[in-house]
């Protein structure tokens, strides 16, 4: 079973920068970045297939960015020009198999991580 631990979250100003990482026990084609505010639906972030196609949220194209290390499989949300409305858990998820344009579905992912916390406050 594929095991998965995000880190990285904390308070920001506005305008600033954040490094979310998922360590992930095992390979999958499929990983993905999600957040949840209160009171509101999980949603896509960003999504990877394959270690190379990429998908984001129209909320947050041109200031993050995911990525994988391919050395040890961790994936990463690189976090810029952070907005108030970015505040939110996130969370890592993975999947074996999964649809290119699918990546930023909740239901195209079986394995969820904890969470990590992202305040975006001045």
């Known amino acids: 079973e594929v095991q998965l631990v995000e880190s990285g979250g904390g308070l920001v100003q506005p305008g600033g920068s954040l490094r979310l990482s998922c360590v992930v026990s095992g390979y999958t084609f499929c990983m993905g970045w999600f957040r949840q505010a209160p009171g509101k639906e999980r949603e896509g972030v960003a999504g990877i297939f394959n270690d190379v196609d990429t998908d984001y949220a129209d909320s947050v194209k041109g200031r993050f960015a995911i990525s994988k290390d391919e050395a040890t499989g961790t994936l990463h949300l690189q976090m810029n020009s952070l907005k108030p409305e970015d505040t939110a858990m996130y969370y890592c998820?993975?999947?074996?198999?999964?649809?290119?344009?699918?990546?930023?579905?909740?239901?195209?992912?079986?394995?969820w991580g904890q969470g990590t916390q992202v305040t975006v406050s001045s």
């Open positions: 998820a993975a999947s074996y198999g999964c649809s290119l344009s699918r990546l930023l579905r909740r239901d195209e992912y079986s394995y």
